[in-house]
């Protein structure tokens, strides 16, 4: 089991809007990270501090974080975009991940 | 430049130990509030967090890994050493390093180093 719950799947057509979910009771109250991973690829950060994008991630990449859920938004998605995405918290030194969902764009 | 790099062995036997290096370069583990953190991800499953070292030598880990797992730091060699004992098959992942350079994000992540558990 993992500590955050994401949906498994997700898919979006070319263009539209997708967005992500991660629950946890109280997630609002603690910072939540966003990763990237295409096949055999590692990890990218797209998102930091609920909503912050580094640098090199595009502005279609967005976050939000209240209450007990966080959610990805991916704007006017486009192919590239289809990877598996990954939710991370942080509790008392203890580094907690969503079991990552699968985006497919079609 | 940021990067990191896993090294090991790619195969271990059921029983042993594993040790896994991560050599990082652009940062320096001596900075406030800089870590490395192992992560893992066995064949077709999602990622798992492993273990993490920050830089005033905190150590943090997997609660259900705790019993089998440390990690040190060599801030002269700039890596980080994960050391897992008796190792199963359920252990064979893809192992990956990243920098922690703020208090609750990883980034930039290593390669990864696939790691077989077989006899």
């Known amino acids: 089991s993992y500590d955050l719950t994401q949906p498994p799947s997700v898919s979006v057509s070319p263009g539209q809007t997708a967005s992500i979910s991660c629950s946890e009771d109280k997630l609002g109250d603690k910072f939540v990270s966003w990763y990237q991973q295409k096949p055999g690829q590692s990890p990218i950060l797209v998102i930091y501090q609920d909503s912050k994008r580094p640098s090199g991630i595009p502005e279609r990449f967005s976050g939000s974080n209240s209450g007990n859920t966080a959610i990805l938004t991916i704007s006017g998605t486009q192919d590239m975009d289809e990877a598996d995405y990954y939710c991370q918290a942080w509790d008392s030194g203890t580094v907690e991940l969503g079991g990552g969902t699968k985006l497919t764009v079609l | 430049q940021i990067t990191l790099k896993e090294s090991g062995p790619t195969l271990v036997e059921p029983t042993q130990t594993l040790t896994l290096t991560c050599t990082f370069s652009?940062?320096?583990?001596?900075?406030?509030?800089?870590?490395v953190g192992w992560f893992r991800q066995p064949p077709g499953k999602a990622l798992e967090w492993v273990a993490l070292?920050?830089?005033?030598?905190?150590?943090h880990y997997r609660p259900s890994l705790k019993s089998r797992l440390t990690i040190t730091k060599d801030t002269s060699k700039n890596h980080v050493v994960l050391i897992m004992t008796n190792v199963a098959p359920a252990d064979t992942a893809t192992y990956f390093c990243a920098q922690n350079p703020g208090p609750y994000w990883f980034d930039p992540w290593g390669q990864g180093i696939v790691v077989t558990v077989s006899s």
């Open positions: 070292i920050l830089w005033n030598d905190d150590k």
């Open positions: 652009g940062f320096t583990l001596t900075t406030t509030g800089v870590g």
